[in-house]
Structure formats: structure tokens, C-alpha cells
């Protein structure tokens, strides 16, 4: 069993940037699907990206051009570059593995990745104030 641990979030103005982070232990994510999601109040959790092992990557529409995912195998850490951040990015954010080792990431509307990921982290608040 992986356990995944979020970092990173925190409180920024808009246009504002940070980095997550999310570590894992137990158990590798070199091989799986990874993933972030966030859950904004009153909302249900959403998609924001993916990445495969071959660092092929996926995002939503809300956060292209803003928002990087990467990872580092050899560290078993996954990683979010957010930049320019706005009001609506504000949310709990989680970092996830996907159920099958060397699937491939799931395609398709954002809202439909969820079912896809089986080990979730605690969440790492985002908040962006205007």
C-alpha cells in the first residue's frame, strides 16, 4: 500500500505562484499513471492533470498553459508547478496513483478520471484571495 503526502500549498495573491509536492512511501509510482486533483468548496473534486511514466501529460482546460506537472521516479515524488493562480484555483488539492501499474492515464473529460485512481493523499490547501 502507497502512502501519498502532500506539501506545498499555502496561501497566495492572485497571479501568485507555488509548488506541490507529493511524496510517496511504501510502495513505488515509477511505473503508474499519477495524478492531481482539487476539491473547491461546495465542489466536487475535479481533475487538474496527469502524467505517465513517460512524463506524457494531460491537463484540465481551467489550468493549460499555468499549471506543470512533473515527476522524479528516483525520488518517488510528484510535482505541481502553479503559476499565475487566480481566486478559482482556491481548493484542497490531492495527488493520486493511479489503480494499475502500467496503465495508461485516462483520457476524456476531467470528471471522469477520478474512478481511475485508487491511493489519494490527505489534500494540501490552495488559497488564492484577489
Known amino acids: 500500500q502507497v502512502q501519498l503526502v502532500e506539501s506545498g500549498g499555502g496561501s497566495v495573491q492572485d497571479g501568485g505562484s507555488l509548488t506541490l509536492a507529493c511524496l510517496a512511501s511504501g510502495d513505488t509510482v515509477s511505473g503508474y499513471c499519477m495524478g492531481w486533483f482539487r476539491r473547491a468548496p461546495g465542489k466536487e473534486r475535479e481533475g487538474v492533470a496527469t502524467?505517465?511514466?513517460?512524463?506524457?501529460?494531460k491537463y484540465g482546460d481551467s489550468v493549460k498553459g499555468r499549471f506543470t506537472i512533473s515527476r522524479d521516479n528516483g525520488k518517488n515524488t510528484l510535482y505541481l508547478q502553479m503559476s499565475n493562480l487566480k481566486p478559482d484555483d482556491t481548493a484542497m488539492y490531492y495527488c493520486?496513483?493511479?489503480?494499475?501499474?502500467?496503465?495508461?492515464?485516462?483520457?476524456?473529460?476531467?470528471?471522469?478520471?477520478?474512478?481511475?485512481?485508487?491511493?489519494w493523499g490527505q489534500g494540501t490547501q490552495v488559497t488564492v484571495s484577489s
Open positions: 502524467i505517465d511514466d513517460f512524463s506524457n501529460t
Open positions: 493520486a496513483r493511479h489503480v494499475g501499474g502500467g496503465s495508461p492515464c485516462p483520457g476524456g473529460k476531467t470528471s471522469l478520471w477520478q474512478p481511475f485512481f485508487g491511493d
